[in-house]
């Protein structure tokens, strides 16, 4: 069974700092990641897919690369509405990175 | 316009079996490349995804619930069913059911139901 690995858990940032998040897979997954962003009480939005592409209407701050066990979310230049919880998926979703203000 | 509602009960009793309904509109499970599946999060905890059912019946499940999950799907009526068995207080959760969709090898999920809470409490 596959495993995804979030790091970190928690991440304190600023307003236009640039953010990285960190998805490993316990084996190969060639490029089938997904990225989703979730904020309390509401249900999961999708980010990002296929690893890097970008779903419809996502800005273009957030970006997504890797392949096979090593994937990142970045976004570039950190926005209040980007506070939130991080999740990547494979089918089985990662532990999740909690955004928060520094 | 893609929507999905989740529907069931709000509480039940250890041991019990949960069933949940999808029902959902803007799109056909006929169509290829299409799925629903379930995911569910406890209070404060991660998301976990529990099953899938694609457009051709086939059907995924959490390794670590497999024996417990049961998904099926009704394409007339545009709804999809998930049964769990034996459930437990630990499967309290908020369950959401989302709108799949196959890339290549792999499946996203692009549209979610607002979620249901399900309580399991004697």
């Known amino acids: 069974d596959i495993q995804l690995t979030q790091s970190p858990s928690f991440l304190s940032a600023s307003v236009g700092d640039r953010v990285t998040i960190t998805c490993r897979a316990s084996?190969?997954?060639?490029?089938?990641l997904a990225w989703y962003q979730q904020k309390p009480g509401k249900a999961p939005k999708l980010l990002i897919y296929?690893?890097?592409t970008l779903q419809s209407g996502v800005p273009s701050r957030f970006s997504g690369s890797g392949s096979g066990t090593e994937f990142t979310l970045t976004i570039s230049s950190l926005q209040p509405e980007d506070f939130a919880t991080y999740y990547c998926?494979?089918?089985?979703f990662g532990g999740g990175t909690k955004v928060e203000i520094k | 316009q893609i929507t999905l509602k989740e529907s069931g009960p709000t509480l039940v009793k250890p041991t019990q079996t949960l069933t949940l309904t999808c029902t959902f509109s803007?799109?056909?499970?006929?169509?290829?490349?299409?799925?629903v599946g379930w995911i569910r999060q406890p209070p404060g905890k991660a998301l976990e995804w529990l099953a899938l059912?694609?457009?051709?019946?086939?059907?995924r499940y959490s390794p670590s619930l497999k024996s417990r999950l049961t998904i099926t799907k009704d394409t007339s009526k545009n709804q999809v069913v998930l049964t769990m068995t034996n459930m437990d207080p630990v499967d309290t959760a908020t369950y959401y059911c989302?709108?799949?969709?196959?890339?290549?090898?792999?499946?996203?999920?692009?549209?979610w139901g607002q979620g249901t809470l399900v309580t399991v409490s004697s």
């Open positions: 296929a690893a890097s």
């Open positions: 998926q494979q089918l089985l």
């Open positions: 084996q190969g997954i060639s490029s089938y």
């Open positions: 803007g799109f056909s499970l006929s169509t290829s490349g299409v799925g």
């Open positions: 989302a709108h799949g969709v196959v890339v290549v090898a792999a499946t996203h999920f692009d549209y």
């Open positions: 059912i694609y457009w051709n019946d086939d059907k």
